[in-house]
C-alpha cells in the first residue's frame, strides 16, 4: 500500500547528501507520493519508477495534455495534431497506392512545364507564384500531379501536398495535413519541435480559420527555424501541390437531405456556408502564403475551371498565377495511345493473348471513343482488363470472362447499330455554362452611388438578383455533387474488394446515387456529363445489361448533347 508524502516549500536549495536536510527537501523515498501542486524548480535526483501528471478534471476540453503516464508531451501532441489530418489526401499515402499517375512517356510535355516552373530561381519579387494548372474533367490533372510529387520529393523540393477527393474533401483537415509533411521533411531538420511548440501554447488553434492556422502551426515555426539557421535560403524547398480543388467540400459526409438548423422565425442558425465559399477560403489561404516576404513558397494546383476558381484568377490572384490549360496543345491523344497500349502490353501478357491484340483498328477506335480524356481510356482499360467485374463462378454466365469479350461490349454498345453509336464523349464533357458574379452588381452598385441615376440603381439590383440565383443554384450544385460523391465512394469500394460477387449490392447502390444525382441535374447541367459518364460505366459492370438501362442513358446523353 502507497502512501502520501506533502513536500513543503523550500527557500533554498538542498546540497545535502544525506537523509537529513534543513531546506525540507526528502531523499530516498521510496512510497508512493500523490497530489503534488505548484512544484517549481525540483531536482528530481535518480528515478526508478516512473513520472505522471494527469490534467486536472477542470481542464479546457480540447487540450492536449502536458504529461499522461509515460508518454512524452511530444506524443501527445502529435495525437492532437492527427487526429486533423487527411491521410488520404497525401500524394503517397497507403490509400492513394491506386490513384492515377503517368506512365512512361505519356504527358511528358506538361509535366516538363511544370518542372521547369518549379525549378526556376527563386526571387521574393517574382510575379508568378502559383501555377494554375486548369481543364475540363478527364484531361488528366491528378495523374500529372501525382507524378509531380514524386519526383519532386525525390529532388527534396516537395514541402506538402493535398488531392482533394470524395474520400478526402474536407478544407478544414488542410493546415494539419501540411504541417504533419513538414515534420518529416528532410530539408527541414528542428521543425517538428516549432510546431508542436505552437500547437501546445495554442490548443485550439485548429478550430480557427485557415489562415490562422497556417500562421500558427507552419509560418511561425518556418520564420523561427529560419532565424536559428534551421532553413535554406537558397533553393525553393517550400513547394505545394494541391489536387483538385474543385473536390472541396467542408462537410462532404453529411446528408444532403438534411435541413439547415433554423430559429423560430425560419433563419438560419447560422449563415449557409456553400461549396464556392469553402474553394475561396482555400485560395486566399494559398495566396497568403505565397505572398509572405520571409519565405520561398510556390504552389502547383490543379483544378476544373469552375466559377469561384475562375473569378478568383481573374482578380485578386491574377497578378502572381501563371496558367496552364490542358488542351489539345499537349497531344492528349498522343499520350492516350501510348497508355493504352502498354495497359494492353500487360493484358496480352497476363492473358496469353498475341502480342498485337486487339489490333490497330480496334485500338483506332477507342482512341477516338476516348475523345481526347485521359478518364476515359482509364475506365476503358479498366473494364477490359475485368478490374470492375467479378470473377467467373462456376456454372455461371461466361459472356464478360475474358479481354475479348469485354472489348467486343465495348464497341457492341458505342459503334453502329447501338443507341449509344455516333456519340462523342469529347462533347459530352465539353457541356458547360458561364454564370454571373455579384461582383458586377457591386460595381453597378458603387456607379449608382457616385452618379445617382435609376439606370445604374437598375443594374445593380438586376445583377444581384442574379447573383442570388446563382447561389440558389450553388446550393442545388452541392446536392447534386454529394449525390455522385456517394456513387463514386461506392463505386470505388466495389472495384477494391476482392469478392465481387459478395459486393455485387455496392453497384446496384452506385447505379442508384448516380440516377438520384442525374434526376436533379436535368438539362444542360453543367455536373450532368460526368455523372452520365460514371453511370455508363457502372452499367457495363452489369451482366447481363438491360435495354431499358441502354436505351434510357441513350436518351440522357443525347439530351446533355442537345442542350
Known sequence: MSTSVTIPPSDGLCNSSTDRCSHHCVHNYYAGVHNLQNVGNAVLGRNYGHIGQQAPSGDQRGAPERL???????????????????????????????????????????????????????????????LWVTGPVGTGK?????????????KGHLAASFFFSPFSADRRCLTATL???????????????????????????LTKNLKQQFDTLILGPLLELKQRGGLSTTAPLLILLIDGLEECDSEPSQDSSTPTPTTSKGSPLSPVRIKDDDQREVLYFLLHAVNNPFLPFRVVLTSRPERAIRGFFGTDGKAITRELVLDDEYSPDADIAR????????????????TDWPGAEKKQLLLKLASGRFI???????FIEGASLPAKKAGSSARLSTPSQRLDRILSLFLSPSPLSSLDIRSVLGTSRETADSLYGTEAWNRYEASHKDTDLVKAVGFYQQAQIVRAEGEMDERIEKLHRKGTAIWSQYCAAEDKHVNSQLVTEAIDFYN???????????LRPGILIDLTFALLAVDPLSRQNVAGLSLNLRASISV
Not at 187 to 194: A, K, N, V, Y
Not at 346 to 354: R, T, V, W, Y
Not at 376 to 382: S, Y
Open 68 to 130: 499522461r503516464g509515460d508518454e512524452s508531451p511530444s506524443i501527445e501532441l502529435l495525437k492532437v495534431l492527427a487526429k486533423n489530418v487527411a491521410s488520404s489526401a497525401i500524394h503517397d499515402s497507403d490509400e492513394r497506392f491506386n490513384a492515377p499517375r503517368c506512365m512512361p512517356e505519356t504527358r511528358t510535355e506538361a509535366q516538363e512545364e511544370i518542372l521547369n516552373w518549379i525549378s526556376e530561381p527563386y526571387n521574393d519579387t517574382a510575379a508568378e507564384k502559383i
Open 516 to 526: 438520384q444525382a442525374l434526376i436533379r441535374s436535368k438539362g444542360g447541367h453543367h
Open 179 to 205: 504541417a504533419s509533411q513538414l515534420l518529416e521533411h528532410r530539408g527541414l531538420r528542428g521543425i517538428r519541435e516549432h510546431i508542436l511548440s505552437a500547437l501546445q501554447h495554442y490548443p485550439f488553434v
Open 376 to 382: 476515359c481510356a482509364a475506365k476503358i482499360m479498366r
Open 142 to 154: 491528378t495523374a500529372i500531379l501525382s507524378s509531380i510529387a514524386e519526383r519532386c520529393k525525390e
Open 339 to 354: 497508355f493504352c497500349d502498354l495497359r494492353f502490353s500487360i493484358i496480352c501478357h497476363s492473358s496469353g493473348l498475341p
